[in-house]
């Protein structure tokens, strides 16, 4: 069975930065693309950010862009989110995602339960 | 960018109602949309691929419609587990994008 845990959130001032992971069990972590996905209050949900089931293409939200960096680590099955320069807006709760197959566009299968990162003074 | 926009944002239904949840999107999407059910806590469930094909593992009274820019997923007979914030996703165009969300409660 799929697992995704996600793990690292908490709060935060802004400006400061913060390290996610999700760790992943259950299935061939090495050839499925893994996404970042954030739902801030009361909104809807809001891509964040893909990698490659390589790690060799990362994209990115023109949102975090330039701040929040993805990478993976395949020997430990786990994906991980680096977020510097943080900002009230980036308050949300984020979830890591499976893509449904090896094709990089598609959707997604398999979704953490996430965790909350809150950014205030 | 595509824009989804789901409705209704919220709803009631009593059970053994037939529950119908749009979403539309701003251009062409094929059908390259997914629906997803999360109830509180929880982690999001895969419920519909490809705008019609039920995942399996899914009960059959959940079905999805559409193609193009108009989309529904729609309950039938209704049942209290079914309670919970339901969403699509489209995969069609970068980058992906989301439906504002619809939670369903029982009247």
């Known amino acids: 069975q799929v697992h995704l845990v996600e793990s690292g959130g908490g709060v935060v001032q802004p400006g400061r930065s913060l390290r996610l992971s999700c760790a992943a069990s259950?299935?061939?972590?090495?050839?499925?693309?893994m996404h970042w996905v954030r739902q801030a209050p009361g909104k809807g949900m809001e891509w964040v950010a893909v990698?490659?089931?390589?790690?060799?293409?990362?994209y990115y939200a023109d949102s975090v862009k330039g701040r929040f960096t993805l990478s993976r680590d395949n020997s430990k099955r786990t994906l991980y989110l680096e977020m510097n320069s943080l900002r009230a807006e980036d308050t949300a709760v984020y979830y890591c995602?499976?893509?449904?197959?090896?094709?990089?566009?598609?959707?997604?299968?398999?979704w953490g339960q996430g965790t909350l990162v809150t950014v205030s003074s | 960018e595509t824009t989804l926009t789901q409705s209704p944002a919220f709803m009631s239904a009593t059970p053994g109602d037939k529950v119908n949840i749009s979403c539309k999107a701003s251009?062409?999407?094929?059908?390259?949309l997914n629906w997803y059910q999360q109830k509180p806590g929880e982690a999001a469930i895969f419920i519909i691929q490809?705008?019609?094909t039920l995942v399996p593992g899914v009960p059959p009274r959940f079905s999805g419609s559409g193609y193009g820019t108009d989309f529904t997923l729609t309950i039938n007979n209704f049942e209290s587990e079914d309670a919970a914030y339901y969403f699509c996703?489209?995969?069609?165009?970068?980058?992906?994008?989301f439906g504002q969300g619809t939670t369903v409660e029982i009247k």
């Open positions: 251009r062409d999407i094929d059908d390259d």
């Open positions: 996703l489209q995969h069609e165009n970068f980058p992906w994008t």
């Open positions: 490809e705008a019609t």
């Open positions: 259950g299935f061939n972590f090495n050839i499925y693309a």
């Open positions: 995602a499976r893509a449904e197959s090896q094709d990089f566009w598609s959707g997604y299968a398999n």
């Open positions: 990698i490659s089931y390589d790690g060799s293409h990362k």
